[in-house]
């Protein structure tokens, strides 16, 4: 038994997902259209950017079959949901929407993903950082909608 789950194990290692970064246009992304403060970029690039831009770190376990393919659909899945990398792509309403989503997710401790969290611990949202990206995310929602910003 132990010999087959062994040789199981060797062979889903030929069997791994990409570990994709697409391009960076830097005119579709999120600074280029939206006032990112530097504590709201910290917070951004230290618990957000690895599933929700194409800037994604990839850590030491993405080579090892099937945390391989759990990682790769989370990321999949968060940039599908919300990529800051092709965040200048969004209509108006999609970018406000967005940006409620943030928040709510946020204040519901849905993100970061409690299983991205068990390793990676300093990614963890403390109150301060939940109400820095609240408040931001929230300037920035009347500040699309007043000047229609797309």
Known sequence: MVIVVAASFVVLQFYRPDRNNPPVIEAETLEAATIVPEDVHAVLSGSCADCHSHKTIYPWYSNISPFS??????????????????????????????????????????????????????????????????DWAEREKSRIEILGLS
């Open 69 to 134: 393919w759990f990682l790769a659909d989370h990321i999949d899945d968060g940039r599908s949901h919300l990529n800051f990398s092709t965040w200048n792509t969004y209509s108006v309403s999609q970018k406000t929407k967005r940006l409620e989503e943030i928040c709510e997710q946020v204040e519901a401790r849905a993100m970061p993903l409690p299983s991205y969290l068990w390793i990676h611990r300093n990614s963890r949202l403390n109150e301060s950082d939940s109400k820095v990206l609240c």
